[in-house]
């Protein structure tokens, strides 16, 4: 976000919390470790209620490093996580995605819209 405010927020669906992760238009490595330590710090905080997360990647880009920053996420926050729901992602990037979760051993889910 260009106005430094955070990629990360509380929404509720029906009464059910969820972590919501707005990682849109990520293009350089600084913002993605930056909206990942977001992520992270906010999920260690609701971690007692077991976390439910969506997250957007709609329009951003990924390379390798980037890629091992979500890795290193998903697997931190394991434990915390019950589910987990990304939207936004291009082809090439669910196969990127798929070796996050496999890293992780988490399932994370991902939709086209």
Known sequence: ???????????????????????????????????????RAAVLAAAAEGVLIL?????????AQMVEAAKALAAQNKPYVRASALVGLSGLQTVLFTGVNQSAEREIQWFND
């Open 1 to 39: 976000m260009a106005d430094g405010g955070s990629r990360v927020t509380r929404i509720e669906h029906e009464g059910v919390p969820i972590l919501y992760q707005d990682f849109r238009g990520l293009q350089r490595v600084e913002d993605a470790q930056a909206a990942f330590e977001q992520s």
């Open 55 to 63: 997250t957007d990647f709609t329009g951003s880009r990924f390379n």
